[in-house]
């Protein structure tokens, strides 16, 4: 006897509804560092700061990034969820640094491209990643937010009044 399976409506729409994100923030962020590279070899614009101390502030920044974002990604693996930001979420992660911000893989990349502006003394690179930051924002975050109440309702708006976007 064969048994026939019913699929579940609603199991279609959530693989179906997916973030609107068009952004790839790897990407992103890798062409504000590459911008802020060649804009300095043309215009100039070194931070006043003494070398040795600007790599150590800038590297300690490097350090605090890649620890964030290799524990934030470790809870996607854990999950079993895809890095992707135009993928459906199957859950709505709330523990390790998703207790202190609701975006730990963006503000990591923050944190790591101000830190290598910051290591190289280089000005236009703390500025082209702040213009990635703002590209995250809008056309990243906000949609991947409206998404996650689509997807989680009442979860997702407690766990947007209890935790900030950036901390």
Do not use: C
């Amino acid at each position: 006897m064969v048994e026939e399976f019913a699929p579940d409506p609603t199991a279609a729409r959530d693989e179906g509804d997916r973030p609107s994100v068009t952004l790839h923030p790897p990407t992103t962020l890798f062409a504000a560092l590459v911008a802020g590279y060649v804009i300095r070899l043309f215009v100039g614009g070194r931070l006043p700061l003494p070398r040795a101390f600007a790599e150590g502030i800038g590297g300690l920044l490097i350090i605090v990034a890649l620890g964030l974002a290799i524990s934030a990604i470790s809870i996607f693996a854990q999950g079993g969820q895809a890095l992707k930001p135009a993928t459906p979420a199957k859950e709505l992660f709330l523990k390790g640094p998703y207790k202190f911000t609701r975006n730990p893989i963006y503000l990591a990349m923050m944190l790591f491209g101000a830190g290598f502006g910051v290591a190289t003394s280089n000005v236009w690179i703390i500025i082209t990643t702040a213009i990635a930051g703002l590209l995250f924002h809008f056309m990243v975050i906000l949609p991947e937010e409206a998404y996650l109440e689509r997807r989680f309702g009442a979860e997702y708006a407690a766990y947007k009044a209890k935790v900030r976007r950036w901390a």
